[in-house]
């Protein structure tokens, strides 16, 4: 079956690295996602990886991707208190044309100054 | 920002009133979705729609009904609202193109009491 599988809280000091965490179980999916949400407000996408790729570097944003473990991880550099978020990640069920998504249950980072 | 609106942004209602949510797009995306968020669950699918009339089952959708009589538009209604449904409700629309990427409305926050 699918299922997104996160820690639900994380805690670091700024100018820390952060490193979020993700498995997932669908290995058909075609994109893995990172969304973030602000507090009350809906989410919006980061960044996202395809699946046949192992790494992916967006300025302070790194995505690993390890298909083996189907463990996928987003690394912040630099965390800053304006990175304070949760942080969802999605992968796609690629049955169904249009993109409809599987998310975990999101981290809750925590930026300390 | 992806044109996406959702209304009413708040509400509170009594147990066994039926309520309407509505998520209006102005971007003639052609997927749209309905999520709801819950701590511990993450974000997890009501119903979607994949053109005008054309809707489907997500995992949660007991309770909940929907209708896309216009691209711009889809209604999440339930029928006889229960303290259960009291969470955040999400729209979000794809184009089914943009490697499946799926842009959110801002929220709805409603209780039932």
């Known amino acids: 079956g699918e299922d997104v599988e996160q820690s639900l809280f994380l805690s670091v000091r700024e100018g820390d690295s952060s490193v979020i965490n993700c498995t997932y179980t669908?290995?058909?999916?075609?994109?893995l996602y990172w969304y973030k949400q602000e507090p009350g407000a809906g989410l919006q996408l980061l960044t996202y990886?395809?699946?046949?790729?192992d790494m992916k570097q967006d300025q302070r944003l790194t995505v690993l991707l390890n298909k083996k473990d189907k463990h996928l991880s987003l690394r912040i550099a630099d965390t800053q208190t304006g990175d304070s978020a949760i942080y969802f990640c999605?992968?796609?069920?690629?049955?169904?044309?249009?993109?409809?998504?599987?998310f975990g249950q999101g981290t809750e980072l925590s930026v300390k100054p | 920002d992806a044109g996406i609106t959702q209304s009413p942004r708040h509400k509170v209602t009594e147990t066994g009133t039926p309520v309407t949510l509505r998520c209006h797009q102005t971007?003639?995306?052609?997927?749209m979705y309905w999520y709801r968020q819950d701590p511990g669950h993450g974000l997890r699918l009501i119903h979607y729609?994949?053109?005008?009339?054309?809707?489907d089952k997500g995992e949660v959708s007991d309770g909940y009904s929907v209708s896309r009589s216009k691209t711009e538009d889809f209604l999440l209604t339930l029928e006889s609202a229960t303290s259960s449904q009291t969470s955040v409700y999400f729209c979000?629309?794809?184009?089914?193109?943009?490697?499946?990427?799926?842009?959110f409305g801002p929220g709805t926050r409603l209780t039932v009491l």
């Open positions: 979000a629309i794809s184009d089914g193109l943009d490697r499946d990427t799926q842009y």
């Open positions: 669908d290995s058909s999916s075609t994109y």
């Open positions: 990886i395809f699946s046949n790729m």
């Open positions: 999605a992968e796609s069920a690629p049955e169904h044309q249009g993109g409809k998504l599987i």
């Open positions: 971007e003639n995306h052609r997927y």
């Open positions: 729609s994949y053109g005008v009339k054309d809707t």
